[in-house]
Protein backbone atom coordinates (compact mmCIF):
# COMPACT_ATOMS: atom_id res chain seq x y z
CA UNK A 1 0.00 0.00 0.00
CA UNK A 2 1.61 3.40 -0.53
CA UNK A 3 1.28 6.27 1.24
CA UNK A 4 -1.75 7.75 -0.17
CA UNK A 5 -3.86 4.46 0.11
CA UNK A 6 -2.67 4.40 3.84
CA UNK A 7 -3.34 8.10 4.77
CA UNK A 8 -6.56 7.61 2.85
CA UNK A 9 -7.63 4.67 4.30
CA UNK A 10 -6.48 5.34 8.01
CA UNK A 11 -8.77 8.65 7.47
CA UNK A 12 -11.67 7.04 5.92
CA UNK A 13 -11.97 4.66 9.20
CA UNK A 14 -11.53 8.17 11.34
CA UNK A 15 -15.14 9.76 10.34
CA UNK A 16 -17.37 7.60 13.06
CA UNK A 17 -14.49 8.22 16.06
CA UNK A 18 -14.13 11.80 15.06
CA UNK A 19 -18.19 12.26 15.58
CA UNK A 20 -18.17 9.77 18.45
CA UNK A 21 -15.47 12.01 19.82
CA UNK A 22 -18.10 15.37 19.94
CA UNK A 23 -18.15 16.54 23.65
CA UNK A 24 -21.69 16.26 25.82
CA UNK A 25 -23.80 19.12 26.34
CA UNK A 26 -23.47 20.56 29.51
CA UNK A 27 -25.54 17.72 31.93
CA UNK A 28 -24.40 14.96 29.82
CA UNK A 29 -26.49 12.10 28.29
CA UNK A 30 -23.89 9.90 30.07
CA UNK A 31 -25.68 6.66 29.03
CA UNK A 32 -25.90 7.40 25.38
CA UNK A 33 -21.82 7.71 25.23
CA UNK A 34 -20.57 4.78 26.84
CA UNK A 35 -21.77 1.68 25.29
CA UNK A 36 -18.95 -0.44 25.87
CA UNK A 37 -18.23 -1.18 22.19
CA UNK A 38 -14.66 -0.32 20.97
CA UNK A 39 -13.59 2.56 18.96
CA UNK A 40 -12.78 1.82 15.28
CA UNK A 41 -9.14 3.11 14.40
CA UNK A 42 -8.45 5.67 11.94
CA UNK A 43 -6.83 9.24 12.15
CA UNK A 44 -8.77 12.20 13.33
CA UNK A 45 -8.76 15.52 10.59
CA UNK A 46 -5.76 17.56 12.77
CA UNK A 47 -8.04 20.47 12.46
CA UNK A 48 -11.05 18.40 14.12
CA UNK A 49 -8.79 17.10 16.35
CA UNK A 50 -7.84 20.48 17.87
CA UNK A 51 -11.31 20.88 18.01
CA UNK A 52 -12.54 17.87 19.78
CA UNK A 53 -9.38 18.38 22.47
CA UNK A 54 -9.96 22.00 23.05
CA UNK A 55 -13.98 21.47 23.73
CA UNK A 56 -13.92 18.49 25.25
CA UNK A 57 -11.60 19.74 27.60
CA UNK A 58 -13.90 22.64 28.55
CA UNK A 59 -16.82 20.33 28.37
CA UNK A 60 -15.91 17.08 30.51
CA UNK A 61 -13.47 19.23 33.01
CA UNK A 62 -14.42 22.43 34.05
CA UNK A 63 -13.10 22.97 37.70
CA UNK A 64 -14.91 25.03 40.61
CA UNK A 65 -13.63 28.57 40.53
CA UNK A 66 -13.17 29.08 36.32
CA UNK A 67 -12.10 27.36 34.07
CA UNK A 68 -8.88 26.37 34.85
CA UNK A 69 -6.92 23.42 36.44
CA UNK A 70 -6.57 24.20 40.54
CA UNK A 71 -3.22 24.44 41.29
CA UNK A 72 -1.48 21.39 42.00
CA UNK A 73 -1.49 19.32 45.30
CA UNK A 74 1.04 17.86 47.01
CA UNK A 75 2.43 14.90 46.40
CA UNK A 76 1.45 11.82 49.27
CA UNK A 77 3.90 9.59 50.62
CA UNK A 78 5.03 6.84 48.23
CA UNK A 79 4.05 8.95 45.23
CA UNK A 80 6.11 10.37 42.47
CA UNK A 81 8.75 12.99 43.55
CA UNK A 82 7.91 16.46 43.26
CA UNK A 83 10.07 16.92 39.78
CA UNK A 84 12.20 14.47 37.82
CA UNK A 85 15.76 14.66 37.85
CA UNK A 86 17.29 17.52 35.52
CA UNK A 87 18.02 15.78 32.33
CA UNK A 88 16.63 13.03 32.40
CA UNK A 89 12.88 13.85 31.63
CA UNK A 90 11.72 12.31 28.34
CA UNK A 91 8.75 14.46 26.01
CA UNK A 92 5.23 13.81 28.70
CA UNK A 93 7.06 12.57 31.43
CA UNK A 94 5.20 15.35 33.06
CA UNK A 95 1.85 13.41 32.60
CA UNK A 96 3.29 10.09 33.54
CA UNK A 97 1.43 8.11 36.44
CA UNK A 98 3.11 5.48 39.23
CA UNK A 99 0.92 3.99 41.49
CA UNK A 100 1.01 5.93 44.92
CA UNK A 101 0.52 8.91 43.00
CA UNK A 102 -2.15 11.71 43.63
CA UNK A 103 -4.32 11.89 40.92
CA UNK A 104 -7.44 13.53 39.31
CA UNK A 105 -9.97 12.52 36.80
CA UNK A 106 -13.13 14.27 35.18
CA UNK A 107 -16.19 13.18 33.69
CA UNK A 108 -18.06 10.21 33.72
CA UNK A 109 -19.62 7.99 36.96
CA UNK A 110 -20.76 4.56 36.45
CA UNK A 111 -21.85 2.96 39.28
CA UNK A 112 -23.87 -1.14 38.71
CA UNK A 113 -25.81 -2.34 41.40
CA UNK A 114 -23.34 -4.44 43.60
CA UNK A 115 -20.98 -3.29 42.30
CA UNK A 116 -17.96 -0.12 43.09
CA UNK A 117 -18.84 3.05 41.15
CA UNK A 118 -16.12 3.44 37.85
CA UNK A 119 -14.74 6.26 35.91
CA UNK A 120 -14.65 6.22 32.46
CA UNK A 121 -13.15 8.32 29.44
CA UNK A 122 -15.13 9.86 27.16
CA UNK A 123 -14.91 7.25 24.80
CA UNK A 124 -17.30 6.87 21.70
CA UNK A 125 -21.03 5.42 21.42
CA UNK A 126 -22.56 5.42 18.43
CA UNK A 127 -26.26 4.89 19.30
CA UNK A 128 -26.78 8.58 19.75
CA UNK A 129 -30.70 9.74 19.89
CA UNK A 130 -32.28 6.71 21.73
CA UNK A 131 -35.87 7.44 22.53
CA UNK A 132 -36.58 7.97 26.32
CA UNK A 133 -37.21 4.08 27.82
CA UNK A 134 -34.65 2.73 24.94
CA UNK A 135 -31.66 4.20 26.46
CA UNK A 136 -28.59 1.95 26.88
CA UNK A 137 -27.40 0.71 30.07
CA UNK A 138 -24.37 2.23 31.29
CA UNK A 139 -21.30 0.66 31.16
CA UNK A 140 -17.28 0.96 30.42
CA UNK A 141 -15.07 -1.86 29.00
CA UNK A 142 -12.82 -2.87 31.57
CA UNK A 143 -9.53 -1.85 30.00
CA UNK A 144 -11.10 1.63 30.82
CA UNK A 145 -12.63 1.63 34.04
CA UNK A 146 -10.98 3.42 36.81
CA UNK A 147 -12.23 2.06 40.29
CA UNK A 148 -13.51 4.69 42.36
CA UNK A 149 -12.92 3.34 45.84
CA UNK A 150 -14.70 5.77 48.60
CA UNK A 151 -16.84 7.41 46.39
CA UNK A 152 -19.84 8.92 47.54
CA UNK A 153 -22.91 8.19 45.00
CA UNK A 154 -25.16 10.99 46.85
CA UNK A 155 -22.46 13.56 45.56
CA UNK A 156 -23.04 12.62 41.84
CA UNK A 157 -23.04 15.65 39.74
CA UNK A 158 -26.29 15.21 36.71
CA UNK A 159 -27.52 12.00 38.44
CA UNK A 160 -29.98 9.65 36.55
CA UNK A 161 -30.37 6.02 36.62
CA UNK A 162 -31.06 3.56 33.59
CA UNK A 163 -32.31 0.06 34.53
CA UNK A 164 -30.41 0.37 37.73
CA UNK A 165 -27.28 1.43 36.83
CA UNK A 166 -26.81 5.00 38.29
CA UNK A 167 -24.30 7.28 36.15
CA UNK A 168 -23.21 11.12 36.29
CA UNK A 169 -20.38 13.17 36.57
CA UNK A 170 -17.60 14.00 39.17
CA UNK A 171 -14.48 15.49 39.47
CA UNK A 172 -12.40 12.87 41.38
CA UNK A 173 -9.08 13.62 43.30
CA UNK A 174 -7.14 10.38 45.03
CA UNK A 175 -4.42 8.10 44.88
CA UNK A 176 -3.89 6.18 42.07
CA UNK A 177 -2.70 2.35 42.42
CA UNK A 178 -3.20 -0.28 39.18
CA UNK A 179 -6.48 1.84 37.67
CA UNK A 180 -7.86 2.14 40.79
CA UNK A 181 -8.27 5.57 42.71
CA UNK A 182 -8.79 5.78 46.50
CA UNK A 183 -10.97 9.13 46.70
CA UNK A 184 -10.37 11.96 48.61
CA UNK A 185 -12.12 14.77 47.24
CA UNK A 186 -14.77 14.76 44.52
CA UNK A 187 -17.22 17.73 43.28
CA UNK A 188 -19.46 17.95 40.46
CA UNK A 189 -18.62 19.82 37.29
CA UNK A 190 -19.91 23.15 36.85
CA UNK A 191 -22.39 23.64 33.73
CA UNK A 192 -21.03 25.40 31.40
CA UNK A 193 -23.28 28.29 29.81
CA UNK A 194 -24.85 27.65 26.15
CA UNK A 195 -25.13 31.11 25.17
CA UNK A 196 -22.05 32.31 25.03
CA UNK A 197 -21.25 33.21 21.76
CA UNK A 198 -17.81 30.94 20.56
CA UNK A 199 -14.95 33.40 19.63
CA UNK A 200 -12.58 31.87 17.14
CA UNK A 201 -9.26 34.33 17.42
CA UNK A 202 -7.35 34.78 14.21
CA UNK A 203 -4.53 32.18 12.87
CA UNK A 204 -1.21 32.08 13.40
CA UNK A 205 0.79 31.99 10.06
CA UNK A 206 4.11 30.82 10.42
CA UNK A 207 5.30 33.33 7.76
CA UNK A 208 5.63 36.59 7.43
CA UNK A 209 2.60 38.75 5.75
CA UNK A 210 4.12 39.91 2.01
CA UNK A 211 4.65 43.50 1.72
CA UNK A 212 1.55 43.93 -0.20
CA UNK A 213 -0.76 41.82 2.33
CA UNK A 214 -2.54 38.87 1.70
CA UNK A 215 -4.84 38.71 -1.07
CA UNK A 216 -8.38 38.79 0.14
CA UNK A 217 -11.13 36.13 -0.79
CA UNK A 218 -10.84 32.24 -1.63
CA UNK A 219 -8.07 30.47 -2.95
CA UNK A 220 -8.33 28.26 -5.31
CA UNK A 221 -6.63 25.09 -4.34
CA UNK A 222 -8.46 22.39 -5.69
CA UNK A 223 -6.80 21.92 -8.90
CA UNK A 224 -5.21 18.82 -10.27
CA UNK A 225 -1.89 20.35 -10.78
CA UNK A 226 -1.38 20.81 -7.15
CA UNK A 227 -2.81 17.61 -6.67
CA UNK A 228 -0.18 15.77 -8.78
CA UNK A 229 2.33 18.14 -7.42
CA UNK A 230 1.51 17.30 -3.73
CA UNK A 231 0.88 13.48 -4.27
CA UNK A 232 4.49 13.12 -5.89
CA UNK A 233 6.20 14.91 -2.70
CA UNK A 234 4.51 12.86 0.12
CA UNK A 235 7.64 12.03 1.80
CA UNK A 236 9.04 15.58 1.33
CA UNK A 237 6.03 17.69 2.49
CA UNK A 238 2.48 17.80 4.27
CA UNK A 239 -0.89 18.34 3.17
CA UNK A 240 -1.69 22.03 2.58
CA UNK A 241 -3.18 23.48 5.55
CA UNK A 242 -6.05 26.63 5.48
CA UNK A 243 -5.31 29.75 7.90
CA UNK A 244 -7.13 32.86 8.16
CA UNK A 245 -4.75 35.38 9.76
CA UNK A 246 -7.36 37.87 9.45
CA UNK A 247 -9.94 35.90 11.53
CA UNK A 248 -12.62 34.20 9.85
CA UNK A 249 -14.92 36.47 8.61
CA UNK A 250 -16.22 37.04 5.13
CA UNK A 251 -13.94 37.90 2.39
CA UNK A 252 -10.59 37.35 4.89
CA UNK A 253 -7.87 36.19 3.34
CA UNK A 254 -7.02 32.56 3.25
CA UNK A 255 -3.20 31.65 3.70
CA UNK A 256 -2.84 27.62 2.50
CA UNK A 257 0.72 26.67 4.57
CA UNK A 258 2.89 23.46 3.91
CA UNK A 259 5.00 22.36 5.94
CA UNK A 260 8.67 20.96 4.01
CA UNK A 261 10.54 18.58 6.71
CA UNK A 262 13.06 17.40 3.45
CA UNK A 263 14.87 19.46 1.21
CA UNK A 264 15.27 22.91 0.13
CA UNK A 265 12.50 25.15 1.23
CA UNK A 266 13.18 28.21 -1.43
CA UNK A 267 13.17 25.60 -4.40
CA UNK A 268 10.01 23.73 -3.09
CA UNK A 269 8.28 27.21 -3.03
CA UNK A 270 9.25 27.85 -6.49
CA UNK A 271 8.19 24.95 -7.81
CA UNK A 272 4.75 24.99 -6.27
CA UNK A 273 3.90 28.61 -7.11
CA UNK A 274 3.57 27.15 -11.25
CA UNK A 275 0.41 25.39 -10.41
CA UNK A 276 -0.67 27.65 -7.13
CA UNK A 277 -0.98 30.84 -7.55
CA UNK A 278 -2.86 31.98 -4.01
CA UNK A 279 -1.65 33.34 -0.52
CA UNK A 280 1.17 30.41 0.51
CA UNK A 281 3.58 30.34 3.49
CA UNK A 282 6.10 27.04 2.95
CA UNK A 283 7.91 26.72 6.44
CA UNK A 284 9.87 24.16 7.71
CA UNK A 285 8.64 21.17 9.75
CA UNK A 286 10.12 17.78 11.03
CA UNK A 287 7.62 15.43 9.81
CA UNK A 288 6.28 14.82 6.42
CA UNK A 289 2.88 13.87 5.52
CA UNK A 290 4.45 9.47 5.24
CA UNK A 291 6.66 10.24 8.00
CA UNK A 292 3.42 11.01 10.15
CA UNK A 293 1.79 8.10 8.23
CA UNK A 294 4.03 5.75 9.50
CA UNK A 295 4.05 6.86 12.80
CA UNK A 296 0.23 6.32 13.13
CA UNK A 297 -0.09 3.54 11.58
CA UNK A 298 2.38 2.49 14.57
CA UNK A 299 0.29 3.85 16.91
CA UNK A 300 -2.78 2.05 15.28
CA UNK A 301 -1.02 -1.66 16.20
CA UNK A 302 -1.14 -0.52 19.78
CA UNK A 303 -5.20 0.21 19.46
CA UNK A 304 -5.95 -3.66 21.21
CA UNK A 305 -3.14 -3.74 23.45
CA UNK A 306 -4.43 -2.85 26.50
CA UNK A 307 -3.03 0.55 27.22
CA UNK A 308 -5.50 2.18 27.55
CA UNK A 309 -5.59 4.15 24.10
CA UNK A 310 -8.63 5.51 22.54
CA UNK A 311 -7.96 7.78 19.61
CA UNK A 312 -4.99 9.34 18.00
CA UNK A 313 -4.17 11.42 14.70
CA UNK A 314 -2.85 13.89 13.58
CA UNK A 315 -2.04 17.17 16.22
CA UNK A 316 -0.91 20.54 14.61
CA UNK A 317 1.39 20.08 11.98
CA UNK A 318 4.04 17.70 12.53
CA UNK A 319 2.96 15.67 15.60
CA UNK A 320 0.68 12.57 16.54
CA UNK A 321 -2.09 13.35 18.93
CA UNK A 322 -2.78 9.75 21.46
CA UNK A 323 -5.76 10.19 23.47
CA UNK A 324 -5.46 7.43 26.16
CA UNK A 325 -6.88 6.98 29.73
CA UNK A 326 -3.96 7.18 31.50
CA UNK A 327 0.33 7.71 30.58
CA UNK A 328 1.93 5.00 32.66
CA UNK A 329 5.17 3.14 32.19
CA UNK A 330 3.08 0.38 30.06
CA UNK A 331 1.89 3.10 27.30
CA UNK A 332 5.31 4.95 27.00
CA UNK A 333 7.46 1.46 26.79
CA UNK A 334 5.13 1.11 23.79
CA UNK A 335 5.34 4.58 22.63
CA UNK A 336 9.22 4.53 23.22
CA UNK A 337 10.05 2.83 19.67
CA UNK A 338 7.39 5.51 17.82
CA UNK A 339 9.33 8.56 19.16
CA UNK A 340 7.79 10.45 22.31
CA UNK A 341 9.17 13.70 20.80
CA UNK A 342 6.58 12.58 18.15
CA UNK A 343 3.77 12.44 20.08
CA UNK A 344 1.51 14.95 21.82
CA UNK A 345 -1.15 13.45 24.65
CA UNK A 346 -4.47 13.71 25.56
CA UNK A 347 -4.92 12.17 28.90
CA UNK A 348 -8.19 11.90 31.58
CA UNK A 349 -6.20 10.50 34.72
CA UNK A 350 -3.20 13.80 35.43
CA UNK A 351 -1.11 13.67 37.68
CA UNK A 352 -1.35 16.80 40.66
CA UNK A 353 2.72 17.34 41.73
Known sequence: MNPTDEVDDLLTRAGARWRADQPSAPEPDLEQMLGGRRRPRGWVPALAAASVAAIAAAAL??????????????????????????????????????????????????????????????????????????ELVPSCPAEYAVTLKGFDLNKLGYAKTIQGVRTGSAIVTGIWSGRTIEVQE???????????????????????????????????????????????????????????????????????????AHGDLAAFRTAFEKVYDGNLCVHQVKLSKADLAKIGTAADALMDKDLGMYGFGPDGVDKLGISALVYDEALKTALTPIGLENIKLDVVVKPLR
Open 61 to 134: TVLPGGDKEPAAGPSTTGGTPQSFAQGNQAPNDDLLVRDGDRVEVGGHVIAAPGKEPVFCPPLPQPAIGRPKGA
Open 186 to 260: QTVPKTLSTTAELHIPPDQVPCPEPAGGWKAGPNDINKPGVAAFLDARQAQATDPRLLYPKGRVPGAPEVYTIGV
